[in-house]
């Protein structure tokens, strides 16, 4: 019994563990989990989760390396709401905020989020 309780607390233990060091949590000062980026002459759009009450001032885009220029999002402020919004929300960042000049190479290093499917009666 003490061995079952022991193997128990060590899945646990590891994947508390995997997903702290993924850094997917939306706590504050987290990697953000993206739904999806689109990229146009403008700037950079990205699509988050959200509960409703997530806004642009809520991220920071960490600049990394270059050649190409690694961009990742930051979420500063948890989105505490408890709406229904499956498709998340999106926001777009000029690449002049990015700081990013004349064709300048980049990519962002976000990990996606994990899709689920959503099935109406």
Do not use: H
Request: charge should be neutral; glycine fraction near 10%.
């Amino acid at each position: 019994m003490k061995s079952l309780a022991f193997v128990v607390l060590g899945l646990l233990v590891s994947s508390g563990v995997a997903s702290w060091a993924q850094g997917v949590s939306e706590g504050p000062g987290r990697i953000e989990e993206i739904l999806g980026v689109t990229i146009d002459p403008g700037g950079v759009t990205f699509q988050v989760r959200t509960g409703g009450c997530t806004r642009p001032e809520n991220f920071r885009v960490e600049r990394f390396g270059s050649d190409p220029t690694q961009l990742l999002l930051i979420r500063t402020v948890e989105d505490r709401c408890e709406a229904f919004v499956p498709y998340g929300t999106t926001f777009k960042v000029s690449y002049q905020q990015l700081r990013l000049g004349d064709r300048e190479t980049f990519v962002v290093i976000n990990p996606i989020a994990s899709a689920r499917v959503i099935q109406y009666p």
